[in-house]
């Protein structure tokens, strides 16, 4: 009993210790120039708002929000001009409550979109609004953003959307300013005539061959220079660029708190080195962007979607701050599970406190982005099975180091047929192999349908560990089908999704790693079979 409380101090010790390292305050000598930011994009909708549901702020929801902004930037983009219905907006704007009246209180300038669709009737009492807005506030809209990507949406045609432009144009005093993608601002320069201001927009990440951080901030100034000799006498404003704080990783491009962080600083200050005009994308994080654009889309904010600043415009920045939280979690699970054997074999500490700590990570990655329901059902499932495997691998893995191994384990059969019966077994056969066949059926949407997914880690973490001590512990699975299948089919589709996420994309190697961790119990399993 004293060696394995003991060890499990040391052990606990070390946890906070290895929680830390990746922990530690970076970027502290990356600076940006004293001063504001020139404009950020608002969408006023907090953790629980969605636009879907056509639900909208109150009016001192967004003078909060607009409080806030007003301390970091000097301006707003807004994306749309309706708020509720066209009477409702009306209202707003003739009571000065709209989101242009309450900038106006603030101090702040705005650049004020009218968002165009592929509905006209919808485009026209937005261009109504825009337009009411815009001379409602002259000396507030700076600017009026006559769509927003709308080429490459392929939500008009070029020449409806210069139509919509132009009547824009000639029923307001402010500039006039188009936004898209460079692609299609290449496709389409016959829009630049029509505009006072190509806004072009610059997002490295969602770039088809995407960019570092040091690539993005090499490739800007060339593409400003480039816009400027392709529309000569046009003001030329970068219209959003940024970087995500988590998502995941495409190729090169990885999001994170400290990566954002580090790109706003290097590019606001390139861009006053410069006299780039540019607005960043965006104030708050959009818990709702999860939906369409998945984690990443959602935390593009330089406040989260509950109002807290995620790093300071200059000093160091810490990754997890949360992260001691999670250490202290991990050495818990990890006493705990080494507690589950009675602290009688020394050989176990580590193992358990890898499975506490590999808990923890599965927390520390799903209990942020609880966005909507089914992410919520999803962690209300994973994180208790993922409990309750831990507990069943440390102590399979005690009985096979005391040569007593079960005389009884689930196998695939069995499982499927209790599910069908609509009957689940919480044993540790019945766990594994229901890991080991959802690890297979992620994999999949990873390869087939990849985009917006993020790499599974957090949901597979304890299930990979606990494929590590069956190979330890030389306990070999059942080789039916099912488990033949499942693994069979990860392995292989971990190897294709290597090739398609490429070398440099660290997130998805260290992932499909792990999944081929997971598959190899019973892919050695059956290369035993074939061997003998």
Known sequence: MIKGLSACALLSLLTFFLWRMPNQPQAGDVTMPAGKFNSLSYAPYRAWQTPMDKSFPSPAQISSDLRLIKGQADGIRTYSSIEGTLPETLARIKAGTDVAGLAKKAGLKLWLGIWLSSNPAINAKEMAAGIAEANAYPGTVTRVVV?????????????????DIDYVRARVKQPVAYADVTDFWAKFPQVAPHVDVVMIHFLPYWENTPLSVDGALAEIGATTEKFKKMFPGKQISIGETGWPSRGRWRGPAAPSRVNEAVFLRRFVTLADKEGVDYNLIEAFDQNWKYENEGVAGANWGIWNANRVQKFPLNGPVVEHPSWPWYAGLGALAGCLLFAAVGFRNMRLAVPAFALGNGFALACMGTLPLLYDNWLRLDALVNLPLQALLAFAAIRRAEAFLAARPPAFTRNGAEVLARLRRGRFGFDYGSLWFLFLASASVFEALLVFDGRYRDAPMAVFIVAVMASVLRLWTKDRPALGWE??????????????????????????????????????????????????
């Open 483 to 532: 488990e033949t299948l499942s693994a069979g089919a990860l392995a292989v589709l971990a190897l294709v999704d290597f090739v398609i996420e490429g070398p440099e994309n660290l997130d998805f190697i260290t992932w499909n790693v792990a999944a081929l961790v997971l598959a190899a119990p019973v892919l050695l399993a059956l290369w035993r079979a074939y061997k003998s």
């Open 147 to 163: 769509g927003n990507e709308v080429l490459l949406r392929r939500d008009l045609s070029v020449d409806d959307l210069i139509k």
